[in-house]
């Protein structure tokens, strides 16, 4: 159980352009969904916190208008990198943690690798 | 602030030997600990946890860590390493509803 898919595995697109990267609960709701970013040969930085019907709280440095979070649904979270610039190519990362008890862990989607090019 | 320290960036072991990895972390209450693995492009899996009870805490694939309030530490462990173990391993500490993440160790497995 608790299984999180993050899809695409990859994109590339080019600079100017906007990417959408989806996180879904498999097994499980998520009222809660984390979206974190990894830069090469770095720890994870988490960027915001997305919340089921209501905004995403964002880390302080994070632009909003720029990772734009959606969770429309219980099993789904997005996030959209709008008007991408080649700084913006990372890993992105989702993760979530299921209801069923509070001493789980926190479940990861496989990542995104993004280039903007 | 809360925060993970992990000392060694990159570590290497022959295989068959035995490994420890190092966390130091700094939290206020009692810490809610993490062990994640991490190979190439992938997404973490989530090695071991420590809330409460036993310091001692056994995970997945051989992996194990131990809990040291003292020393605010929680090293993880492996008493033999096998080459499918090389990877990058993070420790996180549990703030709230978030983790806050080591910068990784960077485990290399030689023949």
């Known amino acids: 159980g608790a299984v999180v898919s993050q899809h695409p595995s990859r994109v590339i697109c080019k600079s100017g352009t906007s990417v959408k990267i989806e996180c879904r609960s498999l097994d499980f709701q998520a009222t809660t969904m984390f979206w974190y970013r990894q830069f090469p040969k770095q720890s994870l930085m988490l960027m915001a916190t997305s919340n089921e019907g209501s905004k995403a709280t964002y880390e302080q440095g994070v632009e909003k208008d720029k990772f734009l979070i959606n969770h429309a649904s219980l099993t789904l979270s997005t996030l959209t990198v709008t008007s991408a610039h080649p700084e913006d190519s990372s890993f992105y990362i989702c993760?979530?943690?299921?209801?069923?008890?509070?001493?789980?862990?926190?479940?990861f989607g496989s990542g995104t690798r993004l280039t903007v090019v | 602030a809360q925060s993970v320290t992990q000392p060694d960036i990159h570590i290497t072991v022959s295989e068959g030997a035995s490994l420890e990895l190092r966390c130091n972390y700094s939290?206020?209450?009692?810490?809610?600990l993490f062990w994640y693995v991490q190979s190439p492009g992938q997404g973490l899996q989530l090695l071991l946890k420590?809330?409460?009870?036993?310091?001692l805490v056994q995970g997945i694939k051989g992996f194990e860590a131990e809990f040291k309030r003292s020393q605010s530490s929680f090293n993880l462990r492996k008493p033999s390493v096998h080459w499918s173990d090389a990877a990058e391993y993070f420790c996180a500490v549990r703030y709230g509803n978030k983790l806050v993440f080591g910068a990784g160790t960077i485990l290399r497995v030689k023949s």
């Open positions: 420590y809330f409460s009870g036993d310091t």
């Open positions: 939290y206020g209450a009692t810490p809610y």
């Open positions: 993760s979530a943690r299921p209801p069923w008890g509070l001493n789980y862990g926190y479940t």
